[in-house]
């Protein structure tokens, strides 16, 4: 008899960055932007970096869920700041907005146990500029 081979389709750990720089994401639900009405409509359709395509991408928020000194007597994290993960629905890349507006296009590495991390940064870390005054 014929043997089937196994086709792993999602090779990834996780669907989006389990953390972000180092502090801890939750991320929502997937969300259709082609749903979204825009009035007037944008005169460029936005494309994907990847692929050109013009089909509305898929949204995700995430909340970075940070741990402070006084968090960690007990255990808690507090809301630091938000995400917008955008995925193209004919490519499947995936790019993070930050709270400072900065996109980050991801790739295969930012999908493992670490996250994501800005490596071009000298200590690893992305400017937390636009959420520092939450903690």
């Known amino acids: 008899m014929g043997q089937q081979l196994g086709l792993e389709l ?3 750990t996780y669907d989006l960055p389990p953390r972000w720089d180092g502090e801890r ?10 749903q979204v009405f ?3 409509p944008p005169r460029k359709p936005d494309r994907c970096q990847t692929c050109g395509s013009s089909r509305p991408r898929l949204l995700c928020v995430g909340r970075i869920q940070a741990r402070t000194p006084a968090a960690a007597d007990n255990g808690a994290d507090h ?3 938000l995400l917008s993960a955008l ?3 004919d490519c499947g890349q995936d790019c993070v907005v930050d709270g400072a507006g900065q ?5 295969d590495t930012d999908y493992g146990e670490d996250g994501s ?8 870390r992305r400017s937390r500029d ?3 005054d939450l903690k």
Do not use: H, M, T
Not at 25 to 34: A, F, I, K
Not at 103 to 107: R, T, V
């Open 10 to 12: 999602w090779s990834r």
């Open 38 to 40: 825009i009035c007037p």
């Open 130 to 132: 636009a959420w520092q």
């Open 103 to 107: 996109e980050w296009l991801l790739d």
């Open 79 to 81: 809301p630091a700041g």
């Open 117 to 124: 991390f800005d490596i071009k940064s000298q200590r690893g």
């Open 25 to 34: 994401v939750v991320w929502g639900r997937w969300d259709d932007l082609g």
């Open 87 to 89: 995925r193209c629905p």
